[in-house]
């Protein structure tokens, strides 16, 4: 974790992303203050050429465009044919049938990194099939949670099995697993809930560290990244609004010491 943290900032790698119209500017933020370069593309045959300039390419569904149906498939498959990682967030899973369509669609591309918070994680699971125990689920309300992280562990662990990269499971005690360990981390603040973009941007910084790294060190650097910068902005804002600018400082200033020394848990999956 370390080293990923060390290698983003000497090489500034380029993580493109196809993202929400909602928290764009966050995520190109948060990426370029954990080292990174940020380039948002809409169209299909960006997607593809963004999938061969970048290192690591963040597809997040939260907004959805009539052009994605073609932009989604075309870049998670030219990532696969290019062998570079991608990241899929599934926000919102369960809205319209678009985004079903397509996280169905690119389960033949998996993603290297799946990330998103617990209830969407059950649903990815549930929509590939993966897992019966994943039924469980409540379902997301829009683009929240109603399920518990630890609701969501049997689902990303088949989820990793399955594509053979990693899952992180984003909430009070985040969850990251490569369907051969389960690692939980802690800290952050319930001050993240309150500024949109937090789970969005976690992913965009995940990608940024998968084009150093392998799946589950990039999303666990990611994750202890968040855990570390979110404690220490909550100690210095006095709201939501400065959260999110001493968010971005604290991110930007963070050690690759600090990162690798988050306190992480780990177990057999
Ligand atoms: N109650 C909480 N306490 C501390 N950190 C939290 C809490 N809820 C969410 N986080 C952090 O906020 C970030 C976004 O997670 P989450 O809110 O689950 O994602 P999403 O916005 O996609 O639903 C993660 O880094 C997570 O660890
Ligand atoms: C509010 C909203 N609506 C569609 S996408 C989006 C942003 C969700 O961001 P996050 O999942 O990081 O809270
Ligand atoms: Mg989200």
């Not at 899929?88 to 799946?114: F, N, Q």
């Not at 379902?139 to 109603?146: I, K, M, S, Y």
């Not at 992180?168 to 800290?187: I, K, Y």
Request: aromatic share 4%.
């Amino acid at each position: 974790m370390a080293a990923a943290v060390r290698e983003v900032r000497a090489a500034n790698p380029l993580a493109p992303s196809i993202t929400n119209t909602v928290t764009q500017n966050f995520v190109a933020n948060a990426q370029l203050a954990v080292g990174g370069s940020a380039a948002m593309v809409y169209l299909p045959d960006e997607g593809e050429c963004v999938a061969a300039l970048g290192g690591a390419v963040y597809i997040n569904l939260g907004t959805l465009l009539p052009v994605y149906e073609e932009t989604v498939p075309r870049t998670a498959r030219a990532c696969a044919e290019a062998a570079k990682p991608w990241v899929l967030d599934p926000v919102g899973v369960g809205i319209g049938s678009l985004r079903t369509e397509l996280i169905r669609a690119v389960k033949a591309w998996p993603a290297a990194i799946v990330r998103g918070n617990a209830s969407e994680i059950i649903a990815v699971a549930e929509l590939w099939g993966l897992d019966a125990a994943a039924d469980n689920g409540r379902g997301p309300r829009g683009v929240d949670a109603t399920d518990s992280v630890e609701a969501a562990r049997a689902a990303a662990v088949a989820i990793a099995r399955f594509s053979g990269g990693a899952v992180a499971v984003s909430g009070p005690t985040d969850l990251v697993t490569d369907g051969a360990v389960v690692v939980r981390a802690e800290g952050g603040s319930p001050l993240m809930c309150s500024v949109t973009g937090s789970g969005c941007s976690l992913g965009g910084v995940a990608a940024v560290y998968a084009c150093v790294a392998d799946p589950l060190t990039a999303a666990l650097a990611a994750t202890a990244a968040y855990n570390r910068a979110g404690a220490q902005a909550a100690e210095r804002c006095s709201g939501p609004g400065s959260f999110q600018v001493a968010f971005l400082d604290a991110l930007a200033a963070l050690t690759p010491e600090e990162v690798a020394d988050a306190p992480l848990a780990f177990e057999e999956a």
